[in-house]
Each structure stands twice: as structure tokens, then as C-alpha cells.
């Protein structure tokens, strides 16, 4: 894959419905320089920027990526912008280390941002992805398009609401841990069960919230980083899949995502996720959707779902911890997300979660899904394996 | 200085029309749905496979598919669905029921509102409504319709 790449430094801001208290720009500046600080470099040490942001009308600014560029120290370099929908920071991130791979880059900076609190109700703009002639007159949106997903899953991978509300109460528990999480409460299974329906099977606490809030990023070619970081979290593996446009073509099955993931364990030498993966930063912001990928990431066949969600295998103090961080159920600023994840995966290897840090951590997966259709079957889908060790 | 605990906004709005162009292919589906009642699919000359709504080319095998037309029967199965229970701005009232719909001969589904369901009773609706189920698609008269996918609804085929 080119030259060895490792992330030797992560930013984040606090993530908030709205974050009244900064403009765009403002965010991007503050996790640009929380990730520089944190790789002990300047602004002139960066030497490219790919900028992730999804679609517009949920910041209801076009181009923002022109008026947060030079925030994101971009000014008198390279700058791309990004966009796979909540894939977006997963695909940042990929083509951030492309770039260092490449050989032409030594460090390349990744940052995505989302201000999904400027505008009262981000569903009715997501109903806007849809094909307008084919889809969006059927009140399409992430919520219900996620929910009927679920429905098959359910019936498929025979999971119940009480499995969900599951990885809903470990998520909200998690979340508890990490300063820069949204949704910092602490749930019971029965306020899941109980939270109003939102759309079948999904009650209100089985899904994500909206968020303002950036993430960035520091990659850098094998030199620079082992004398960067003390601890360098190598990117062993990355790939991305891409699928069908036309809503619902894959149904639900678990295909691209799954992919996506086998693709980026083969490159980093990885035969057996259960083994070989010590901590899970999924895609997931329904409930459901990080049951599915129990089985859609190889951690256990598809009538084994539930059996492992009672086993509180995905818990901080499981076998394969998911999502310590909160995950995307407590904090969704939609086209940061997936580049949270690959923050989140690099805060474990470099031993920096202070109460989130899982011990021992060798292989972290990091996942990001985007474009709709069906579950984990999203049209854009990308998966990141870093390791302890480059491989 | 200004009292540095007040933080300011400016409102703004996005509204823009557009004309969303079917182009070829998909006129003339949209066409059939209209004049005839008619539901045609394009077939992929190479895998076969079957594509609702018709697609001017297979995304699968790269080639063109625009002249080779098949019609399908208008019924097939529920894929998936949901029971939508909250107000979503500028979409419709609760509750309502969306459907992924596979037709009969299709390798694709169409999504559209399930009709025909009671939704009195959200807690027993959803229970009635089954992953696999048959569905059928009655078209609304000629009048009506008007080249869109609204020009049919889908029931319950009991």
C-alpha cells in the first residue's frame, strides 16, 4: 500500500446540539489545533488538508468548505473537500493517508465538520438524498430508510427491542467516559423500551442525537511519526466499497460493509476478528444497526447475534469492547462522525483514553457508513484497521 | 467590551425550485405507469437481472439495457418496512406505514407507503405487518394519474 502511515495526533470539540458559543470556522480552528498540539507540530509542518463535510443544506451554507479551509490550516497549501455522506470521515481519513502513502505528502491533516443544529430538523433536509422523481415523495429519510433496515435485520438475524435497548444503555454508559460526547446520561433498558416510538422499531433512545462539532486528524509517513508519537497508531489496513444508488436495490443484507471491513483486515493481517481485534469503533447511530454488524464485521454467525448481546460481549469489560467512546449514538455531527471513529480507534492505540481506554488494545477496527439505502448495506462504506505494530 | 455572554445568530432560509429531468428511460416508465397502467422494468441482456424502476444501463455489467423492456405484474412483497410515528417537518402527519416492495420478477425493490393498514392501534398495526408478506398495487384511474411513482398505492394482498 505505498509507504507505512500512522495517526500521531487527534483533535475534537465538544460535541452539542448547537453550539451557540462558536461559528464554523471556530470549530474547525479548535480541533485543527487540538490535533496539531496534540502531535506537537506547527501550522507549517502540515503539508496537505482534506476537509470532510456532508451535504450542504444541513449547515444551510454552500461551499462552506471555502470559508473553513484556511481554519483548518489550510492557507498556502493543497485542500480537497470530501463528501460520502456520513461515510464522509471515514473517506477523509482514507484519502488523507493515500496522500502520505503516495509518497508525496509527509503530513497530511484530515478535519471534517457538521453543524447540524442551524437548522430545526435535519430529517426533512436528509429526505432531500432521495431520488426526487423515484423515492423522496415516500417521506424517506435516515430515521425510517435505517428503521426498515431493522425490520428485515430483526427477522433475519432474530434480534428483539430488548437486545437493542441493550447497546443502547452501553453506548449511553460509555459516553459517560468521554469528555466530548453529546448524550452524557445514564439509561435503563426500560426508559429505552419505554422512550416514545419514533418509527418502528426505533423508540427515541435508540437513536442518535444531531450534533455541531469537528474532528481532525494527523497523519504522517513512517519517519516523521516514530519521531512524533510515543506510541504511533499504525494504519495496517483501510479500504472502501461503494454501492448501488437505487434505494433498497441490496435490501439489508450486510454485503458492502462487511466487505469493507474483510478488505482492510486482510491488508492488516487480521484472520480472525475476535481474536485479533481488541476494540470496535463502529458506525452505528441506531441501536440495531451495531447488532448487525456483530455478525456483518465476522464477530459471530448470524443466529449468534442476540446470544452475544446478552453476553455483554460488547461492553467496556467484554471481549471485544464496541464503541467506548459513546459512540455515534451519543454524538452525531453527521460528516465528522465516521472520522471520530478513526480518532476514537487512535486514542486506543495511543493509550490516550484516560477513562475510556480499553487495556491492552493490539488492533482497533474503525468503520464509517454512508448514502443511505438499507442498514449496513450504505452506498458508501469504509473500514480502517489500526495497530500497535505496523504490519 | 460587550457583555461577552451574549452570542448572536441571523436567520436564513433555503428555498429553490427546481425540474427534476426523468430523462429517456425513465419517461418512458413514468409514461407507462400513466397511460397504461403498465409496470415495465429494464432487463440486463448480460445477468439477467431485472431492474424496477427501469435503468438505461446495468450498473453490474457496465452495458446499455435502455431497449430491452419486461412488465411486471403488479404485485410482489413487503422487503422491509417501517411505522412511522413522529412528525417530521415539511413530511407527512403520523402514523404512516413506508415499504421496501419487491415485485414479482424484479431483483430490486421499490419504496412506497403501505396502505390499507389499520393505524388506530400503533402497538397491534405493527404486528400485523410482516416481513415477507404479499402486497399488490392498485392503480389510481386514468384521471389521476400523472406519470409519477404516486400513481399507484400498495396494499396488503390478502
Same mark, same amino acid.
Given at each position: 500500500m505505498g509507504r507505512r502511515v500512522a495517526i500521531v495526533g487527534t483533535g475534537q470539540t465538544k460535541y452539542r446540539?448547537?453550539?451557540?458559543?462558536?461559528s464554523a470556522p471556530d470549530m474547525v480552528y479548535e480541533a485543527t489545533s487540538k490535533a496539531l498540539d496534540d502531535a506537537g507540530l506547527?501550522?507549517?509542518?502540515?503539508?496537505a488538508i482534506i476537509f470532510g463535510m456532508a451535504p450542504e443544506a444541513l449547515d444551510g +451554507?454552500?461551499?462552506?468548505d471555502k470559508w473553513c479551509s484556511c481554519a483548518a490550516a489550510a492557507r498556502g497549501k493543497p485542500f480537497m473537500r470530501i463528501h460520502t455522506g456520513g461515510a464522509t470521515g471515514g473517506s477523509a481519513a482514507i484519502a488523507a493517508a493515500y496522500h502520505v502513502a503516495s509518497g508525496l505528502f509527509d503530513v497530511v491533516l484530515a478535519v471534517a465538520l457538521e453543524?447540524?443544529?442551524?437548522?430545526?430538523?435535519?430529517q426533512r433536509i436528509l429526505?432531500?438524498? &432521495?431520488?426526487?422523481? %423515484?423515492?423522496?415523495d415516500f417521506a424517506l429519510n435516515i430515521i425510517n430508510v435505517v428503521a426498515m433496515g431493522a425490520t428485515r435485520a430483526m427477522e433475519r438475524l432474530r434480534f428483539t427491542e430488548q437486545h437493542m435497548a441493550m447497546i443502547s444503555v452501553k453506548n449511553h454508559l460509555n459516553a %459517560?467516559?468521554?469528555? &466530548?460526547?453529546h448524550l452524557q446520561i445514564k439509561i435503563s433498558i426500560e426508559d429505552v423500551l419505554k422512550?416514545? %416510538?419514533?418509527?418502528w422499531p426505533f423508540k427515541l433512545l435508540d437513536c442518535c442525537p444531531r450534533s455541531d462539532g469537528a474532528c481532525a486528524v494527523v497523519f504522517a509517513c513512517e519517519k516523521k511519526a516514530r519521531k512524533l508519537a510515543p506510541i504511533p497508531a499504525w494504519i495496517n489496513g483501510m479500504a472502501a466499497i461503494t454501492d448501488v444508488i #437505487?434505494?433498497?436495490? #441490496?435490501?439489508?443484507?450486510?454485503?458492502p460493509s462487511s466487505e469493507a471491513a474483510w478488505k482492510a483486515y486482510k491488508m492488516a493481517g487480521i484472520t480472525d476478528p475476535k481474536r485479533q481485534i481488541q476494540v470496535v469503533e463502529c458506525y452505528?447511530?441506531?441501536?440495531a444497526m451495531e447488532l448487525m454488524l456483530y455478525e456483518g464485521l465476522g464477530?459471530?454467525?448470524?443466529?449468534?447475534v442476540a446470544q452475544l448481546a446478552e453476553s455483554g460481549f460488547?461492553?467496556? #469489560?467484554?471481549k471485544v469492547p464496541f464503541t467506548?467512546?459513546?459512540?455515534v449514538m451519543c454524538s452525531n455531527p453527521i460528516g465528522a462522525t465516521a472520522l471520530i471513529r478513526i480518532a476514537e480507534a487512535a486514542i486506543q492505540i495511543m493509550q490516550k483514553?484516560?477513562?475510556?481506554q480499553i487495556p491492552n488494545v493490539q488492533n482497533v477496527l474503525a468503520t464509517g457508513a454512508g448514502g443511505s439505502p438499507g442498514v449496513v448495506s450504505a452506498s458508501f462504506n469504509t473500514a480502517m484497521v489500526l495497530g500497535l505494530k505496523p504490519h | 467590551m460587550a457583555n461577552k455572554n451574549e452570542l448572536l445568530s441571523v436567520p436564513g432560509q433555503w428555498n429553490m425550485s427546481y425540474n427534476y429531468s426523468a430523462g429517456e428511460t425513465l419517461s418512458k416508465f413514468l409514461i407507462e405507469l400513466r397511460d397504461n397502467a403498465r409496470i415495465m422494468a429494464t432487463k440486463c441482456t448480460q445477468c439477467n437481472r431485472v431492474i424496477l424502476p427501469a435503468?438505461? &444501463?446495468?450498473?453490474?455489467?457496465? +452495458?446499455?439495457?435502455?431497449?430491452n423492456w419486461v412488465e411486471l405484474p403488479a404485485r410482489g412483497t413487503l422487503e422491509a418496512f417501517t411505522l412511522v410515528n413522529i412528525k417530521f417537518e415539511?413530511?407527512?402527519?403520523?402514523?404512516y406505514v413506508i415499504a421496501y416492495i419487491k415485485l414479482e420478477g424484479a431483483d430490486t425493490t421499490i419504496p412506497h407507503f403501505l396502505t390499507?393498514?389499520? %393505524?388506530?392501534d400503533i402497538q397491534k398495526a405493527r404486528n400485523t405487518i410482516k416481513v415477507g408478506m404479499p402486497v399488490r398495487l392498485i392503480f389510481k384511474s386514468r384521471e389521476q394519474?400523472?406519470?409519477?411513482? #404516486?400513481d399507484f398505492i400498495v396494499e396488503p394482498d390478502s
Open positions: 446540539t448547537k453550539r451557540f458559543d462558536m506547527k501550522i507549517q509542518d502540515i503539508d +451554507i454552500n461551499s462552506m453543524r447540524v443544529g442551524e437548522t430545526p430538523d435535519a429526505n432531500r438524498i &432521495y431520488d426526487p422523481i %423515484l423515492a423522496s %459517560l467516559n468521554n469528555p &466530548y460526547a422512550s416514545p %416510538l419514533v418509527c #437505487t434505494e433498497g436495490e #441490496t435490501g439489508s443484507s450486510t454485503g452505528a447511530p441506531f441501536s464477530f459471530c454467525k448470524p443466529n449468534e460488547g461492553e467496556m #469489560t467484554g467506548p467512546s459513546g459512540g483514553g484516560e477513562k475510556r | 435503468r438505461s &444501463y446495468c450498473e453490474r455489467c457496465f +452495458i446499455p439495457i435502455k431497449d415539511g413530511l407527512p402527519d403520523p402514523p390499507g393498514i389499520d %393505524l388506530t394519474r400523472e406519470g409519477r411513482m #404516486t
